[in-house]
C-alpha cells in the first residue's frame, strides 16, 4: 500500500494525480499545511525537509518500503512501478521528461513565487507579481503552441500532462487573461474530464 502524504497545493494534486493515473492503490494520509502539520514531528520524520507531498510504500524495489519527497520524483516513480505514463518510444518519452520538467520547474516554481509575493511577503509589490504572471503566461504560451495539432504534450498521455495541469487548473486565469491559447484551454478540458485526474484532485 502506498501512503501519499499530501495537502491541496500544486504539489500535493501532482502526486496524488500521478499515482491515480497510473492506477495504484493508495491511500491520502491529508497534511493540514494551514496548521502547521508539515511541521510536526511525525511528518518530519517522513520527510525532515517539512514540505508536502511526501510518499511511504510500503511495497517498493525488492519488496523493501521506500520513502519519497517531491512531487515529480513520486510521479516517475508511479509511472515506472505501473509501467505507464512514459512513452515507449524513445522519441516521444524524451519528449514527454522535456515537457514534464517545464512543468515540474519553470512553471510549478513560477506559480509557488507568485502565492509567495500575493500571501506571505510582508510587501506585496504590484509590479513584481505582474513579472512573474507575464513570465508564467509565456510558459503556457508554449505549452499552447506545443498542444497545436496534439491532445496532448508529448503526443500520447504522459508524465508531462500531470506535471503541468495542476499549474495551470490553479493559474487559468493567468492564461486566459493573457489570451488567445486555445489548444491549451482544450487540453485543460480534457485534462479534467479523465477519472484519474477527477479522483487525484479531490486528493482521495
Sequence with gaps: ??????????????????????????????????????????????????????????????????????????????????????????????????????????????????FQLENVAQEKVASNIDLLKTRLANFFRNADRQLSGREFLADEFSVADIALYPVYAQRKAVAEAAGGMKDLARWGERMAARPGVKKGVSLS
Design 1 to 114: 500500500m502506498i501512503d501519499l502524504y499530501a495537502w491541496g497545493t500544486g504539489n500535493g494534486l501532482r502526486a496524488a494525480i500521478g499515482l491515480a493515473e497510473a492506477g495504484l492503490e493508495y491511500r491520502v494520509r491529508k497534511v493540514d499545511i494551514t496548521k502547521g502539520e508539515q511541521k510536526s514531528a511525525e511528518f518530519l520524520r517522513i520527510n525532515p525537509a517539512g514540505q508536502i507531498p511526501a510518499m511511504v510504500d510500503s511495497n517498493g524495489p525488492g519488496g523493501q518500503p521506500v520513502t519519497l519527497a517531491q512531487s515529480g520524483a513520486i510521479v516517475l516513480y508511479a509511472a515506472e512501478k505501473a509501467g505507464r505514463l512514459l512513452p515507449k518510444d524513445p522519441a516521444r518519452r524524451a519528449l514527454a521528461l522535456h515537457w514534464f520538467m517545464q512543468g515540474c520547474t519553470d512553471c510549478a516554481v513560477t506559480s509557488g513565487a507568485i
